[in-house]
């Protein structure tokens, strides 16, 4: 099996605040004293230059801890009049490493078709940032059987237009829609079943890539739940949502992960 680095990534949304920053690499100053596990920011793109500033200001203190920073969203466009928008070169100018692409509400709620996703997905890794791909499916999709389903088309239209190894780089995240940010979480049974079906996907095209992409799992992540959720083998970590914003919740995650 391969050794793969656990990540905790915090998605803000639209929440957070410079001082919330502060606090956390206040507390990851003593806290993250290894590397065994990556911790990824993602706050508002307004933040990011208060997070970048705080990257630089704490290297010394961090001792070897994998701090880096993320943006929540970019667009497929590298530049032109897109009022409002963020290019993947600027988030790249900006300090950050990694990009959320695909997320659940940016489907829902921004009418993100799965063919926007593939070219985000693409102009992040173009402008080498490391996207991380959120895929899940909904209450009545889950209800209907067509897990597979639903996760198979939206790993397969990335695949399709941007070929199997540009997973090389790449980090994917199994939101289920139905636990996202309503306080449910998949069962550690059920986060693994959906992990081990999406590595098993990949590893049909590339045994090299299902065995070494990292898979999180996001949906109401907690300290109370995530040792369990994180002990699941085919489970790299989470990409958490509301306890990102609670620097104590956060950190205790950050710990949980490094141990799983």
Same mark, same amino acid.
């Given at each position: 099996?391969?050794?793969?680095?656990?990540?905790?990534?915090?998605?803000?949304?639209?929440?957070? $605040?410079?001082? *919330?920053?502060?606090?956390?690499?206040?507390?990851? #100053?003593? =806290?993250?004293?290894? +590397?065994? %596990?990556? /911790?990824?920011?993602?706050?508002? $793109?307004?933040? *990011?230059?208060?997070?970048?500033?705080?990257?630089? #200001?704490? =290297?010394?203190?961090? +001792?070897? %801890?994998? /701090?880096?920073?993320?943006?929540?969203?970019?667009?497929?466009?590298?530049?032109?009049?897109?009022?409002?928008?963020?290019?993947?070169?600027?988030?790249?100018?900006?300090?950050?490493?990694?990009?959320?692409?695909?997320?659940?509400?940016?489907?829902?709620?921004?009418?993100?078709?799965?063919?926007?996703?593939?070219?985000?997905?693409?102009?992040?890794?173009?402008?080498?940032?490391?996207?991380?791909?959120?895929?899940?499916?909904?209450?009545?999709?889950?209800?209907?059987?067509?897990?597979?389903?639903?996760?198979?088309?939206?790993?397969?239209?990335?695949?399709?237009?941007?070929?199997?190894?540009?997973?090389?780089?790449?980090?994917?995240?199994?939101?289920?829609?139905?636990?996202?940010?309503?306080?449910?979480?998949?069962?550690?049974?059920?986060?693994?079943?959906?992990?081990?079906?999406?590595?098993?996907?990949?590893?049909?095209?590339?045994?090299?890539?299902?065995?070494?992409?990292?898979?999180?799992?996001?949906?109401?992540?907690?300290?109370?739940?995530?040792?369990?959720?994180?002990?699941?083998?085919?489970?790299?970590?989470?990409?958490?949502?509301?306890?990102?914003?609670?620097?104590?919740?956060?950190?205790?995650?950050?710990?949980?992960?490094?141990?799983?």
């Amino acid at each position: 099996m391969a050794l793969r680095r656990p990540m905790v990534a915090g998605n803000w949304k639209m929440n957070g $605040s410079a001082p *919330l920053a502060q606090e956390l690499f206040t507390k990851f #100053a003593t =806290k993250l004293q290894n +590397d065994s %596990a990556e /911790v990824v920011l993602c706050p508002p $793109s307004i933040y *990011l230059e208060s997070v970048r500033q705080l990257l630089e #200001a704490n =290297k010394q203190t961090l +001792d070897g %801890a994998l /701090v880096r920073m993320g943006a929540q969203n970019l667009s497929q466009h590298d530049f032109g009049a897109y009022t409002g928008e963020i290019s993947g070169k600027m988030l790249k100018d900006s300090g950050c490493r990694y990009v959320i692409i695909g997320h659940s509400e940016r489907r829902r709620m921004y009418g993100e078709t799965s063919n926007i996703v593939a070219e985000k997905f693409a102009a992040a890794q173009k402008h080498g940032l490391t996207p991380i791909l959120c895929v899940g499916e909904s209450g009545p999709a889950r209800e209907a059987r067509r897990t597979f389903e639903v996760i198979a088309e939206e790993l397969d239209i990335v695949i399709e237009k941007n070929g199997t190894m540009a997973f090389d780089n790449a980090i994917i995240a199994y939101e289920p829609l139905w636990a996202v940010g309503t306080g449910k979480s998949a069962t550690p049974e059920q986060a693994q079943e959906v992990h081990a079906f999406i590595r098993n996907r990949l590893s049909e095209v590339s045994p090299f890539i299902g065995e070494n992409i990292r898979i999180l799992y996001g949906g109401s992540v907690t300290p109370s739940n995530a040792a369990d959720i994180f002990a699941q083998p085919d489970v790299d970590g989470g990409l958490i949502g509301g306890a990102s914003l609670n620097s104590s919740e956060f950190l205790s995650l950050c710990s949980i992960a490094m141990s799983a």
